[in-house]
């Protein structure tokens, strides 16, 4: 899987739009970008996938650079709630060993009031 | 629906002592991982279940760990001899199915201290 580079920190204010990048630039063309959170003392959560092009949810919308270099997660109003490190994964979509979920450091979002 | 759930929430032992940690994966989930997280560390892989096969044990650290799955349901993670670097969150995941790529559901964890 390709290596992701992500900020470590990030600071939003409550109902702002958050946006944290990440960056890919070793992505190959059949990798997909997934995009899990981790809130404190609880299991990774799921948020949103996708491979080229934008793709939004309930919980947010990915935008992916037209070179696949880079993406950015969107949580277009931000709650207390959203406090959390978000973790950015690049990844084969089918076949081989790609079940294993490799987190790196991830993004520490921190929603005040 | 209901999520998955592991049990105990929490656990401490002494070292030298078995434990014994449990997941309860989504219903109709055909793949179960198991996972481990040790303070301000990311996820290790430990072991990948497709329905009561083990397909990928490679992740397990030593012999001292072991884990089965029964009914495509329930699946036990077993540490033998528990030592102190064995202290951390146990976290089990499910997906509908391990061989295309889906978004895997996760536990709350099993926070294991050793002693």
């Known amino acids: 899987d390709a290596k992701t580079t992500q900020p470590p920190s990030m600071d939003c204010a409550e109902g702002r739009a958050a946006n944290l990048p990440c960056n890919h630039s070793t992505i190959s063309g059949n990798e997909y970008v997934y995009w899990y959170r981790q809130i404190h003392s609880q299991g990774p959560q799921y948020i949103i996938h996708?491979?080229?092009n934008n793709e939004t949810n309930e919980m947010a919308s990915l935008i992916i650079t037209e070179d696949r270099k880079s993406s950015t997660l969107i949580l277009p109003h931000a709650t207390l709630r959203d406090t959390a490190v978000y973790y950015c994964i690049v990844r084969v979509n089918s076949g081989g060993s790609n079940y294993k979920l490799t987190f790196g450091k991830g993004t520490l979002l921190t929603v005040n009031p | 629906g209901a999520g998955v759930s592991q049990s105990p929430s929490n656990k401490v032992t002494e070292k030298g002592k078995d434990v014994e940690l449990r997941c309860d994966p989504i219903s109709g989930h055909t793949a179960l991982y198991w996972y481990r997280q040790r303070l301000g560390q990311g996820l290790e892989f430990l072991i990948y279940f497709q329905g009561n096969s083990a397909p990928d044990k490679s992740g397990l650290p030593s012999d001292r760990f072991s884990a089965e799955r029964t009914g495509e349901s329930v699946s036990t993670l077993t540490i033998q001899r528990t030592q102190q670097e064995d202290s951390a969150v146990y976290l089990c995941a499910s997906s509908r199915s391990g061989r295309a790529f889906g978004e895997q559901y996760f536990g709350p964890g099993t926070r294991l201290t050793v002693t």
């Open positions: 996708g491979l080229k």
